[in-house]
């Protein structure tokens, strides 16, 4: 559903961040990126809506012509949903205006500024409703809880209907339990759905608890793309290798 060829990235001041990859998202799959901070995780993920303009390659959609028109950029941005890390809501905004602004990329942001209709609000309330977080539909976003924000997020991404949902780092600043839950309501929802996910993550357990796909990163470079139940010591060691952090590099899972 989603081809990368020879994508790479260097920001300024010469920062290299991705070497040329080759890369094939298949329609249906949970793909996780793996791998320590600076590996290149969120770069690959935001070349795939081209939030990160790669400074090399191209990225094709199916169904769609080249993404260098704006027309063709819009329609793959709109049935690409996102989720954050730190969740971007609009905090004075309720849960339910927050997942509203998921609809903005059919009516363009001037339209999104009027209140919505009753198709619009009825989408927007199901998406709440498979987080369950229907009951907070009228709560302000920053009376809710860390997990509860980023449920929100997920619904803002599901009401936008897309084929592909991309979560950059989506449990990275939970609790370990709050996160172990949060993802596998990410999962469960895109699998009923029938959305593909590609998720980037550093939490080994996550990543094989959950994907179908793991594709290591370091450096910039993909040293592993395979399933999760090949994940051994070895590939970590590979993934891992050469990490700034002073905490050691996580073990398998078995």
């Not at 901070?37 to 191209?58: D, E, I, Q, Y």
């Not at 993404?67 to 954050?84: C, I």
Request: charge should be neutral; hydrophobic fraction near 40%.
């Amino acid at each position: 559903m989603l081809q990368l060829t020879g994508v790479s990235k260097t920001y300024g001041l010469g920062v290299h961040a991705l070497d040329p990859t080759d890369l094939s998202v298949q329609p249906g799959q949970v793909t996780v990126l793996l791998g320590p901070s600076g590996a290149g995780k969120s770069t690959l993920l935001r070349c795939m809506n081209l939030l990160v303009k790669p400074t090399t390659g191209t990225v094709r959609a199916d169904g769609l012509p080249e993404l260098d028109s704006r027309r063709a950029l819009r329609r793959h941005r709109r049935q690409t949903g996102m989720v954050f890390q730190h969740h971007q809501l609009l905090l004075r905004f309720t849960a339910l205006r927050n997942v509203l602004l998921g609809r903005v990329g059919y009516h363009g942001l001037l339209r999104g500024l009027w209140p919505a209709g009753r198709a619009e609000e009825r989408i927007a309330l199901e998406a709440l409703d498979q987080v369950g977080l229907f009951d907070k539909a009228l709560a302000r976003a920053d009376t809710l809880s860390g997990g509860e924000r980023q449920r929100v997020g997920i619904a803002r991404a599901l009401a936008q209907q897309p084929r592909l949902i991309l979560a950059d780092e989506p449990v990275a600043s939970l609790d370990p339990g709050t996160a172990r839950r949060v993802l596998a309501l990410l999962r469960s929802v895109c699998e009923h759905n029938g959305i593909t996910l590609v998720a980037s993550l550093h939490q080994v357990d996550l990543a094989l608890e959950h994907a179908d796909r793991i594709i290591g990163l370091a450096h910039g470079e993909i040293v592993y793309d395979g399933p999760p139940a090949e994940v051994s010591s070895s590939v970590l060691q590979l993934i891992y290798e050469g990490t700034t952090s002073d905490a050691p590099i996580p073990t398998a899972i078995d």
